[in-house]
T-cell receptor, first 113, second 116 residues
């Protein structure tokens, strides 16, 4: 069975500090990977997707970056956090692209002060 | 653009009562999007509740049902008799084909509280 793990579970960070959020998927080879974000009171929106190691596409510009250093790992990061980065970050995977079903991790809650 | 509008929460229902959470969509980039309901239980991640990929068909799971209505561009979620364990946030979503990107467009979510 596939499992998806995100870390950390929650973070409180200062404005201007760096951030790194991680996601690993076990039990599935070469999945498509995604990052989503939901601001408090806002809508879940897709930030990045990746179809293979080393390849990441940006969907929404939020002064964040993403990388896929290994087949089963997806990293979201920034060197300088903004207040507007607060919210809930979700990692997801799918078998392929198109209109494939996506399966989500438990999420990371981020508060920037 | 593509968008999803769903019942604004919070919604409070008594146990064993019926439930309907409305969802309507606008899909300008694709004629026949896949439609999904996801659910997030307290303290857990987002889980797929049900999915329908063909207009006119009905999906069901855990006592919930939703019918893909292309004419009214709706995908309302219904349950005949809710339980306290159904308390969660429910999200309606469109699956839009972006080539290799399986992009989902979500509604804002509807928080459901079921009273015993």
């Amino acid at each position: 069975a596939q499992t998806i793990h995100q870390w950390p579970v929650a973070e409180i960070k200062a404005v201007g500090s760096p951030l790194s959020l991680g996601c690993t998927i076990k039990g599935k080879s070469s999945p498509n990977l995604y990052w989503y974000w939901q601001a408090t009171g806002g809508t879940l929106q897709q930030l990045f997707y990746s179809i293979t190691v080393g390849q990441v596409e940006s969907v929404v510009q939020l002064n964040l970056s993403a990388s896929r250093p290994k087949d089963d790992q997806f990293i979201l990061s920034t060197e300088k956090l903004l207040l507007s980065h607060s919210g809930f970050y979700l990692c997801a995977w799918s078998l392929g692209g198109g209109r494939d079903t996506q399966y989500f991790g438990p999420g990371t809650r981020l508060l920037v002060l | 653009g593509d968008s999803v509008t769903q019942t604004e929460g919070p919604v409070t229902v008594s146990e064993s009562e019926s439930l309907i959470i409305n969802c309507t969509y606008s899909a300008t980039s694709i004629a026949y999007p896949n439609l999904f309901w996801y659910v997030r239980y307290p303290g857990e991640g987002l889980q797929l509740l049900l999915k329908v990929i063909t207009a006119g068909q009905k999906g069901s799971s855990r006592g919930f049902e939703a019918t893909y209505n292309k004419e009214t561009t709706s995908f309302h979620l219904q349950k005949a008799s809710v339980q306290e364990s159904d308390s969660a946030v429910y999200y309606c979503a469109l699956g839009l084909s972006g080539g290799s990107n399986a992009k989902l467009t979500f509604g804002k979510g509807t928080k459901l509280s079921v009273k015993s």
